[in-house]
T-cell receptor, first 115, second 113 residues
Framework: DTAVSQTPKYLVTQMGNDKSIKCEQNLGHDTMYWYKQDSKKFLKIMFSYNNKELIINETVPNRFSPKSPDKAHLNLHINSLELGDSAVYFC??????????????FGSGTRLTVV | RKEVEQDPGPFNVPEGATVAFNCTYSNSASQSFFWYRQDCRKEPKLLMSVYSSGNEDGRFTAQLNRASQYISLLIRDSKLSDSATYLCVVTPGGYSSASKIIFGSGTRLSIRP
C-alpha cells in the first residue's frame, strides 16, 4: 500500500564502501527525485528522472549514480562513501516534472551513517 | 543572505496556545510558496499552499507579505499532534523545475500538555 517506498530505512557503513538505496513508487507518477537532507535539515535536490530519463543533475559528486530501470523505480548507488555523505536521503515522486511541488510524495527516507 | 530563512526554534508552547512563525525569502521574483510539515524522523508532507490573499485551513492560516518578502504560518488552538518541524518552500513559479524549488531548514514546534 505504501506509495513511495525506499529501502533500506537505515544504513550504517564504513568509509570507502559502495552502497545502494532503492526506491519504488506505485502511484503511476512520471517523475522521481532524490533529495538529501543534511544535519542542518536543508533538503536539497540531487537528481530527477522523468520517464527513465535524467532531467536534473545538481552539483553532486560523480560517486553518486542514479539509475532508473523503469518509471516506477529510481535507485541511488554511492561509491567510495565518505563521512560527509552521512545524511537522510529521500526519494520522492510527482505526476510530472513541473507540477512537482503541488504533489510531491516523499518516501520515508534512508538514514545513511558513514563511520 | 540565504535564499530561504527560518527561525529554527524550538518554539515550545502549551496546548491550546496560538503560535506563529515566519519564513523570509531573498528572491523577489518568487511566485509560489508552501508550508510542509515534517515529523521527527519522517518524510516531509505538504501542509498547505500560501496564496497572495492569505488562506486558511482549519486551525492553520498562511499569509504572504510580498513587500517584506516573508510568509507566515499561524496555528490556533494548538494540539499535541501539531508538534513537528515546519518547512517553508519557495519556488519561482507554480510550474517550476525541481531544481528551483528551495526548502527552508524548518522551524521546530513543540506543544506541551
Amino acid at each position: 500500500d505504501t506509495a513511495v517506498s525506499q529501502t533500506p530505512k537505515y544504513l550504517v557503513t564504513q568509509m570507502g564502501n559502495d552502497k545502494s538505496i532503492k526506491c519504488e513508487q506505485n502511484l503511476g507518477h512520471d517523475t522521481m527525485y532524490w533529495y538529501k537532507q543534511d544535519s542542518k535539515k536543508f533538503l536539497k535536490i540531487m537528481f530527477s528522472y522523468n520517464n527513465k530519463e535524467l532531467i536534473i543533475n545538481e552539483t553532486v559528486p560523480n560517486r553518486f549514480s542514479p539509475k532508473s530501470p523503469d518509471k516506477a523505480h529510481l535507485n541511488l548507488h554511492i561509491n567510495s562513501l565518505e563521512l560527509g555523505d552521512s545524511a537522510v536521503y529521500f526519494c520522492a515522486s510527482s505526476q510530472d516534472t513541473m507540477r512537482g511541488i503541488y504533489g510531491y510524495t516523499f518516501g520515508s527516507g534512508t538514514r545513511l551513517t558513514v563511520v | 543572505r540565504k535564499e530561504v530563512e527560518q527561525d529554527p526554534g524550538p518554539f515550545n508552547v502549551p496546548e491550546g496556545a496560538t503560535v506563529a512563525f515566519n519564513c523570509t525569502y531573498s528572491n523577489s521574483a518568487s511566485q509560489s510558496f508552501f508550508w510542509y510539515r515534517q515529523d521527527c524522523r519522517k518524510e516531509p508532507k505538504l501542509l498547505m499552499s500560501v496564496y497572495s490573499s492569505g488562506n486558511e485551513d482549519g486551525r492553520f492560516t498562511a499569509q504572504l507579505n510580498r513587500a517584506s518578502q516573508y510568509i507566515s504560518l499561524l496555528i490556533r488552538d494548538s494540539k499535541l499532534s501539531d508538534s513537528a518541524t515546519y518547512l517553508c518552500v519557495v519556488t519561482p513559479g507554480g510550474y517550476s523545475s525541481a531544481s528551483k524549488i528551495i526548502f527552508g531548514s524548518g522551524t521546530r514546534l513543540s506543544i506541551r500538555p
